[in-house]
């Protein structure tokens, strides 16, 4: 009792019982006050690579523990994704056949699965607008509904 120890987040799941207050967590600096001010303020400047290359799924796990805090952590890592995520897509699609490792190292895992999505739909739009992109066909589910609404009439 009274022991700190750093422990995986799937454990702690595991261990916290709200009944038996088996353990108690901490919340960990980045979601802390006086991080969520610096979020507030300009979450664009913040490294969240740095701070943790995961910071929106955690932070979502954290909402997990009964914590007083859980409603402005919960508000902060909305917020930080509302204000990045503007200039994640406008990176990203303005950004055709370059280095691109300086704008992805400060992001979040999340972001750089964004700013990956984004590059893949400019290249995308790029090869259609060159004439390399192959002739447009009909999804197999768009196929497949017209079959099955036939086969039933028939029924």
């Known amino acids: 009792q009274g022991s700190k120890l750093e422990i995986p987040l799937w454990l702690a799941k595991g261990l916290h019982d709200s009944k038996r207050r088996v353990i ?3 919340l960990p600096k980045v979601y802390r006050e ?3 001010t610096v979020f507030s303020a300009d979450a664009n400047v913040v490294d969240l690579h740095k701070m943790g290359p995961y910071y929106y799924g955690f ?3 954290l909402l997990n523990f009964d914590n007083p805090e859980n409603p402005e952590i919960a508000q902060t890592i909305l917020q930080t994704f509302v204000s990045r995520f503007r200039r994640i897509m406008d990176s990203s ?3 055709y056949n370059e280095d691109t490792s300086a704008l992805v190292a400060r992001l979040d895992e999340l972001e750089r699965a964004l700013f ?4 893949k739909g400019l290249n995308d739009f790029q090869c259609w607008e060159k004439g390399q992109a192959s002739q ?4 197999s589910l768009v196929q497949n509904y017209g079959k099955r609404k036939f086969t039933d009439m028939d029924g």
């Not at 990956?116 to 590059?119: E, F, L, P, T, V």
């Not at 447009?136 to 999804?139: L, Y």
């Open 24 to 26: 108690s967590t901490e």
């Open 116 to 119: 990956r999505a984004g590059q």
């Open 136 to 139: 447009i066909t009909a999804s």
């Open 59 to 61: 932070g979502s796990q």
């Open 34 to 36: 006086a991080w969520r």
């Open 93 to 95: 699609q303005n950004a």
